[in-house]
């Protein structure tokens, strides 16, 4: 059986499952997780030596907080990253994830409206983790995000995107077509319908989902490789959705 990807609303709804008292598992933990498997998807496909400065771009979201645990990771893989987070979270998980990655030396580019810090940032980094929206955004792009993704479209360099591109909606995909395209997509607990049709390398992330849950929600998601927190997935084929 091949595996289910998500509409918003399942997606949604086994986000809610994990962290109640069925799934049992704290933000902090999920996140944990996530960003691990971001980390680890990014340097498997980008290695330190010929790809060392990373520029991790997150939002104020949940999103954003897989990317500074990502980032954290990275640091501590060896990489050089920079933390680009022009709208920092507002909640306390996010001012103890950004102490964690001070605490690492890991440089964050201090706050602004306009894009030049981002601009100047792009032209030092190699690769790009895009931890900017996550399943629950809607169009339209707002600023300063909207000038920031033709700035990391146009940059040339390789990026790889969190659990679905930013700009993307998580069921129509990149319909209005103000997306980023990245080379490498990490789906964090199952892959969203969205990316159904996505043509770069693609891999699964998140190695929480319990057998009970994935059994409830039929998943049917692979095997993860020995240790591994991911595991690359081939091409959807046919459309099914839940």
Not at 11 to 18: G, N, P, R, S, T
Not at 158 to 166: A, E
Not at 188 to 212: D, I, M, N, S, Y
Request: glycine share 8%; proline share 7%.
């Amino acid at each position: 059986m091949s595996i289910r990807y998500l509409t918003a609303k399942l997606a949604q709804q086994i986000d809610e499952e994990l962290m109640s008292t069925t799934g049992a598992f704290s933000l902090d933990q999920l996140m944990e997780l996530a960003g691990l498997a971001c980390a680890q998807t990014l340097a498997t496909v980008y290695s330190r030596e010929k790809y060392p400065r990373v520029l991790v771009c997150c939002g104020p979201g949940n999103q954003g907080g897989d990317g500074l645990v990502a980032a954290r990771h990275l640091g501590m893989f060896g990489y050089k990253a920079t933390i680009w987070m022009p709208k920092p979270g507002s909640k306390e998980i996010y001012q103890r994830l950004k102490a964690q990655c001070d605490n690492m030396k890991i440089q964050t580019l201090a706050p602004s409206s306009d894009t030049d810090s981002l601009r100047d940032a792009l032209a030092r980094s190699d690769v790009v983790l895009d931890a900017i929206f996550g399943f629950s955004f809607k169009p339209p792009v707002r600023a300063p995000f909207d000038t920031a993704l033709p700035l990391i479209s146009s940059s040339g360099l390789p990026i790889v995107s969190v659990d679905i591109p930013s700009g993307w909606d998580v069921e129509k995909g990149n319909a209005e077509g103000v997306g980023l395209n990245p080379d490498v997509l990490i789906s964090l607990t199952a892959p969203k319908e969205g990316v159904r049709h996505f043509a770069g390398k693609h891999f699964l992330g998140g190695r929480f989902v319990t057998k009970a849950m994935e059994e409830k929600f039929s998943l049917s998601l692979p095997a993860y490789p020995g240790f591994s927190q991911i595991v690359e997935l081939p091409r959807a084929e046919s459309p099914q959705k839940l």
